[in-house]
């Protein structure tokens, strides 16, 4: 290998090797990694072949794209001879330099077709063949279907799905590593199934397949209303299919239908909301395996069901990810005994237990402990949350629930025979398994804790659809929540298939004329009983439609996206402007608004500066207006980059004739915005409602405002933007004081009460250790930790260019400020991994920056003048692949090449 230059990293579409692509287009990425600076890639070749023998044959090439003269080395549609239905597809990339060297990629790189027509499914949809009280949880029903292999397997697949949940098993082993499959989507809408090898799990002579069932999303309690069940249906359906490919070319297609069979074991109730109930007693030791006598099994029944609403799963696979030891165990005062975690975390717990036939030990679950030191679950509201394991006797014996998550830290265990012990219990962390991309750190401790507990709610509610909260009667996709911290989620972690999933579902649940359900898969009815709306067309929430595309796109470069949800984004700026009407206002309708701002009650008991303060609240037309502005400015961009020149025509004179009408309706000749809030002026400079000659004053009375009160006053919408809007319009230090406030209400507050995730509020804990209201009060919520994207991009510097997103040029640009004396951040994005890496030590300023292959940035190091900036010890004119533009307020900026680099300078 040529350490000058390697292509690394091959990616179909975002995924190493992904299996089951149902798109006969789809992308190729790959990594330069190379020790030289300032390399480009100025050409490259693809190849592809329907065997790894064949990439070297031209003759037999699915695709050669030839060299071409281009430096793009990530979304790369694959051009060749159509895929078919199950076929692999092997591919290599050959690239060349602005230096002269060239690289071939020595990875084994492939992409499986999935089924293309749902013609192809054979299998037939069952069921269990006895009837349940559909309005309780029943035990779950369990499926069998021995089969032969009568000669050598060169290839195996399952392709499978169910209404419900299911697991699989194949001769007595689990297939696959995922859990809550298929996922949650509008099952009347799309349904998706998963593509699982098999080929290695199959043996010479008897096999037997197996799947479980649960409840899930589709017939489990769901909801915080009466009648929560049977959300999508009340039958329990299992579609699968096995094909088998022998090494003579014979095959064999193994399918549900009525010759499968069925029982009821172990699992007597399974319920993501109230946990699990299982008897081992009824166990059916090696029910999947060869030999088993199913005699008592009664024939499984067909169910009519449509097959045309299925595709293949592409976003990300919801796993077991990690496993955390408790770190303390006690007895509460009122005797509980209790396992703490250390962590709040979403999933549930692995039980080590021996004891006699019978013995039942109960699991409850908890974020938090009330103020006197007792297991605290009345903010879980309606839910029992609790997993019970029913002993047979025989020895150690360990168990895991099947279809429940919970979200908590802290575990009482109730009947558990014998002393239990720290290894009594395990949690298991479940997510969907994005990939970690990013890393914050700084010299403030609880800053730290800080970006972890972000990313900890970012865990923790990142399970196939971004929820609310993972442990109360809701853990709903709410649409506001999931807008506002896309950004962060995207530096965090690559969300890039995980948002394109739920924005299909997001797009399947816009109603014709546009409007978007609070909620993404929509299962609340006339606004789930609480009076306000139907659950349709809030701003700010149903922004997402917007506001997410546009993210995927600028954090990945991902065109496709805009491409696929340009009709959803359209169809919400055109509801917006239908029920605007000539007046460019949008205050049609229900809206959430600045969703827990700083309230009355809460000034009034955390002595806000203005006795009789009626709170922060944000005229609800103000903020709708306001977003009605940006999705359409977003929306402008979009119709432009998609070759849209009509639209993107029509819809800058829209966004012209809505920011007049806002800056009429809402703000005075003198800056003064008829809601003096700090969500209403962050906002109107942030989205650039506010006119240039506007501008510095309606900051002042942004800072002064802040200066006021001395801490925020924002609520969901507001939070995401009110740092952004103090360190763009001159004032960063009061932005630092926010960021580092330890007094309610602030980020930092939580922290400084033990929090190991972000809160729903400002104040779930007060500082007497009471509670915020039951009704709402979740200890996992990730709104608030928007925040982190401000921790990237300012503090430590780590910006995109809108111009070249995907970061293919970089802005980096940190702030030392608020007495931090260092901070460091890494980011890998598409092209490579970008890292700064700051320190402060009185005068002297000292970045450390890393730019990947292929790419440019702009840095600016905080300097008094350009000749005190080095570079690993050099003057800049020395140094290589480095280009002086200019000083600006304090900066000296440079465009520099790929490579890494150690800049050094004093500042005044």
Known sequence: MDKTLNVTYLRCEYKVNPLGIDNATPRLSWILESELRDVKQTAYRITAASDIGQLKDEKNLLWDSGMRQSDQSIHIEYEGKTPQSRQRIYWQVQVW????????????????????????????????????????????????????????????????????????????????????????????????????????????????????????????????WDNNRNNYGDVLGLLLQLEIRYEDGDELTIVTDDSWKAATGPILASDIYNGETYDARE?????????????????????????????????????????????????????????????????????????????????????????????????????????????????????????????????????????????????????????????????????????QNIQWSQRGNFLDVPTDCPQRDERMGWTGDAQVFAPTASFNFNTACFYAKWLKDLASEQREDGSVPWVVPNVIVDGGGTGWSDGFGATGWADAAVVIPWTVYLYYGDKRILEQQYDSMKAWVDYMKVHAGDSFVFDYGFHFGDWLSFSDYMSYHYNAPDYGYAGAHTDKSLIATAYFYYSTTILQKTAEITGRKKDAEELLKLAANIKKAWCREFMTDSGRLVSATQTAYAIGLSFGLVPDDKKAIVAKRLADDVKHFGHLT???????????????????????????????????????????????????????????????????????????????????????????????????RPHPGGGLTRAKAEYDSMHGKI????????????????????????????????????????????????KFLRIDSGSAIFAVGSGSYRFASKIS
Not at 119 to 134: L, S, V
Not at 353 to 360: A, Q, S, Y
Not at 735 to 761: C, D, F, H
């Open 835 to 882: 890292a700064t890496d700051w320190k402060l030590e009185g005068s002297r300023f000292e970045l450390n920056v890393t730019i990947p292959a292929n790419t440019t940035a702009t840095v600016y190091i905080s300097a008094a003048s350009v000749e005190t900036v080095t570079e690993s010890g050099r003057k800049i004119t020395e140094a290589t692949a480095i």
């Open 283 to 451: 166990e059916m030791p090696d029910w999947s395996s060869a030999g088993f006598e199913d005699c008592n099994w009664k024939s499984a029944a067909l169910l009519e069901h449509s097959k045309t609403l299925l595709t293949a799963s592409n976003g990300e696979k919801v796993r077991k990810i990690s496993e955390i030891k408790p770190v303390d165990y006690f007895i509460t005062p009122k005797g509980g005994k209790v396992f703490d975690l250390g962590q709040n975390m979403v999933g549930w717990v692995r039980l080590k237990v021996k004891g006699r036939p019978g013995d039942r030990v109960v699991l409850k679950f908890a974020e938090v402990l009330d103020q006197n030191g007792n297991f605290y679950t009345d903010n879980l509201r309606r839910i029992d949350c609790t997993d019970t394991y029913i002993l047979k006797g025989s020895g150690e014996e360990i168990w895991e629930p099947h279809f429940t998550f919970h979200g908590f830290r802290y575990v009482q265990v109730d009947g558990y025979p014998g002393k239990l012990a720290n290894d009594s219990i395990t949690g298991i962390v479940i997510h969907s398994d994005m990939e970690p991309i990013g890393l914050f750190e700084c010299s403030e401790p609880l800053i730290n804790r800080l970006q």
């Open 714 to 812: 924002t609520g969901f919408l507001g939070t995401p933007v009110l740092n952004h809007a103090l360190s763009d319009f001159g004032y960063p230090e009061l932005a630092y004081q926010l960021l580092l406030n330890k007094r309610y209400p602030s980020w930092l507050y939580p922290v400084t009460m033990g929090a190991t995730t972000i809160w729903e509020r400002w104040d779930g804990i007060r500082p007497d250790g009471s509670f915020q209201t039951v009704g709402m009060n979740s200890f996992n919520h990730y709104a608030y930790g928007a925040i982190g994207q401000w921790l990237y991009s300012f503090v430590a510097g780590i910006a995109i260019d809108e111009n070249e997103p995907g970061f293919k040029h970089i802005l980096i």
């Open 97 to 224: 330099d602005n230096h002269g060297n060239n690289a071939v990629s020595t990875e084994t790189a492939w992409w499986e077709m999935a089924l293309l027509d749902t013609a192809e499914w054979k299998a037939a949809w069952i069921t269990q063949p006895w009837e349940n009280d559909r309005q309780k949880s029943a035990p779950c029903a369990y499926f069998r279907k021995p089969f032969t292999i009568i000669k050598p397997v060169k290839s195996a697949r399952i392709y499978a799905t169910c209404l419900g949940l299911y697991e699989l098993e194949l001769n007595g082993q689990k297939v696959g590593d995922q859990v809550f499959t298929p996922g949650w989507t509008n099952y009347h809408k799309r349904l998706q199934y998963q593509v699982y090898d098999v080929t290695e799990q199959l043996v010479a002579g008897e096999n037997v397949v197996g799947s479980i069932l649960g409840d899930g999303w589709y017939r489990g309690h769901f909801g915080w």
